[in-house]
């Protein structure tokens, strides 16, 4: 079974063979020419277990609501209130219902976007900081007090991922990968994003990490350690 990695000597090794700009065609080709391809998942579980059994799921707005109601309601700050947390929930207009976002490159993960393992939720780190406005501190800073930074790494179908995306992928490997690569001679940190519709089963997982040390994207990438936490 082939298996398509980002990082894989494999995929490097045929795009630098490339004596020519590869077309979009001919990428998109040798990625589905692959019956799996390994993607990454950064969150902040409580239960990273769970997640073997019950797998990585897409996003359920009104559960993430009740996470966040619970999460700030029992810190004991009284500057944060019901109506106050009501209201932020209110102010969050991007709906992500039914969405997982995975990437492909593990390492531009917790580089540049390391706000998901710090605080877990972007829709409950969007509403922590809708609070901090209302309450006068930070009130995202309290997630970090809830579950563990962790990376999930995952196999999943290239049929699972829709064609118009992995063409996506292969326009941009056409336009600004291959030609960087020709320059530095070695792989580099690539930002980009699958956006599945359908939960990831756990037996798709085939492992996890949990990084200690992460930029954080929110605060001009000072480190985040876990371990001081």
């Excluded at 894989?8 to 998109?28: A, D, F, N």
């Excluded at 997630?143 to 179908?157: A, E, N």
Aim: charged share 25%.
């Amino acid at each position: 079974m082939k298996v398509f990695k980002w990082r894989s000597p494999e995929w490097w090794s045929w795009l630098g063979g490339q004596k020519r700009r590869p077309t979009i065609v001919s990428v998109t080709r040798y990625i589905q020419s692959h019956q799996k391809i390994v993607v990454f998942h950064g969150c902040r579980p409580l239960d990273v277990e769970s997640y073997y059994t019950n797998g990585i799921r897409v996003a359920d707005v009104a559960e993430l609501n009740r996470s966040a109601k619970e999460i700030f309601s029992s810190v004991g700050f009284p500057e944060i209130t019901e109506s106050s947390i009501s209201s932020a929930i209110s102010s969050i207009n991007h709906v992500e219902q039914g969405e997982l976002y995975v990437v492909i490159d593990k390492e531009d993960l917790i580089n540049k976007s390391g706000h998901y393992m710090i605080y877990g939720s972007e829709r409950i780190c969007g509403i922590g900081a809708y609070l901090f406005e209302k309450s006068g501190f930070d009130c995202r800073q309290i997630l970090k007090r809830h579950g563990i930074p962790t990376v999930f790494h995952v196999q999943i179908s290239v049929k699972s991922i829709p064609k118009d995306q992995i063409e996506t992928l292969a326009e941009r490997v056409h336009n600004d990968v291959w030609e960087g690569y020709r320059r530095i001679r070695k792989p580099f940190c690539f930002d980009f994003p699958f956006m599945l519709v359908e939960s990831v089963p756990g037996t798709f997982i085939v492992g996890h990490e949990h990084p200690t040390v992460i930029p954080d994207p929110l605060f001009n990438y000072q480190l985040y350690h876990h371990d001081s936490q």
